[in-house]
């Protein structure tokens, strides 16, 4: 189903998983603080039978070793830029919180490389997230992310606290976009979240209303882990969205300029 192994990506040596069936390209993106692994459980298991799924783990993230430098999503796209010309081919990326971000960031830098966007619970800057009580450093839920971090990572359960001080440095002070940042990527992009998603609904409204190309879901009964919350459903309107038209047809276009194709009821 997919090879699995260590590359080296912009000379970091990097963990991927490559996807081996047939069918257009789809890479999974992870969030911060986690690794590819959950992406391609929930999500990934279901796209494999039309689509060749991949994904990576970011430097610092799962199976990869971390560096002294600080993280930067600038960064973070660099990397990923690296691992789609790695595979030569273009892709449609999913990527959830900073996936999501990165993916976005990708689109815009390198749109060859790029076909569609899923971005799930992404963000343009940190104004756009909910108040909500910031990542422990310390105490049982530490512990347990911890003891996970360790589990997978090269550097060990003690470099924990190091990444998880990097992560809530950069969550903090990046991205810095704008909405009208986003009017320059033509892709089609879903933009989607929880119904109590830790990113302001009227922030992903925003990005949704912004993208020229944009459609928007926003998941009934989810939390920012939607993907984990609601993985079949989640699946189905990305599975829908890939393989539907770039420009969707409707019955009452409002913000979507097409005619009219059948009038109420019809």
């Given at each position: 189903?997919?090879?699995?192994?260590?590359?080296?990506?912009?000379?970091?040596?990097?963990?991927?998983?490559?996807?081996?069936?047939?069918?257009?390209?789809?890479?999974?993106?992870?969030?911060?603080?986690s690794s590819s692994g959950?992406?391609?459980?929930?999500?990934?298991?279901?796209?494999?039978?039309?689509?060749?799924?991949?994904?990576?783990?970011?430097?610092?993230?799962?199976?990869?070793?971390?560096?002294?430098?600080?993280?930067?999503?600038?960064?973070?796209?660099?990397?990923?830029?690296?691992?789609?010309?790695?595979?030569?081919?273009?892709a449609d990326l999913v990527?959830?919180?900073?996936?999501?971000?990165?993916?976005?960031?990708?689109?815009?830098?390198?749109?060859?490389?790029?076909?569609?966007?899923?971005?799930?619970?992404?963000?343009?800057?940190?104004?756009?997230?909910?108040?909500?009580?910031?990542?422990?450093?310390?105490?049982?839920?530490?512990?347990?992310?911890?003891?996970?971090?360790?589990?997978?990572?090269?550097?060990?359960?003690?470099?924990?606290?190091?990444?998880?001080?990097?992560?809530?440095?950069?969550?903090?002070?990046?991205?810095?976009?704008?909405?009208?940042?986003?009017?320059?990527?033509?892709?089609?992009?879903?933009?989607?979240?929880?119904?109590?998603?830790?990113?302001?609904?009227?922030?992903?409204?925003?990005?949704?209303?912004?993208l020229p190309r944009g459609?928007?879901?926003?998941?009934?009964?989810?939390?920012?882990?939607?993907?984990?919350?609601?993985?079949?459903?989640?699946?189905?309107?990305?599975?829908?969205?890939?393989?539907?038209?770039?420009?969707?047809?409707?019955?009452?276009?409002?913000?979507?300029?097409?005619?009219?194709?059948?009038?109420?009821?019809?």
């Amino acid at each position: 189903m997919a090879r699995v192994g260590t590359i080296a990506l912009r000379g970091h040596p990097t963990w991927v998983s490559v996807g081996r069936t047939r069918g257009p390209d789809v890479v999974l993106l992870h969030g911060g603080l986690s690794s590819s692994g959950g992406m391609l459980r929930r999500i990934g298991g279901r796209l494999r039978d039309r689509y060749r799924v991949s994904a990576f783990d970011r430097r610092g993230h799962g199976r990869t070793a971390d560096t002294p430098a600080p993280f930067h999503y600038e960064a973070m796209a660099d990397e990923t830029v690296a691992f789609l010309e790695y595979l030569g081919r273009r892709a449609d990326l999913v990527g959830h919180s900073d996936g999501g971000i990165i993916a976005l960031l990708v689109a815009r830098a390198r749109p060859d490389l790029v076909r569609r966007l899923v971005v799930v619970g992404g963000n343009l800057h940190p104004r756009g997230l909910e108040d909500v009580a910031p990542f422990p450093l310390r105490g049982p839920v530490f512990e347990g992310w911890a003891a996970r971090f360790g589990e997978l990572s090269p550097d060990g359960p003690t470099h924990a606290r190091t990444v998880a001080r990097k992560s809530l440095r950069l969550f903090a002070s990046e991205p810095d976009l704008r909405a009208g940042d986003l009017r320059a990527i033509g892709h089609p992009t879903l933009i989607m979240g929880g119904d109590d998603d830790s990113t302001r609904l009227e922030h992903l409204v925003a990005m949704y209303r912004a993208l020229p190309r944009g459609q928007l879901a926003i998941v009934p009964g989810a939390s920012h882990a939607v993907l984990s919350e609601r993985p079949a459903l989640c699946a189905t309107l990305i599975r829908e969205f890939l393989a539907g038209p770039v420009v969707p047809v409707t019955r009452q276009p409002v913000r979507r300029a097409l005619p009219r194709v059948a009038g109420p009821g019809q």
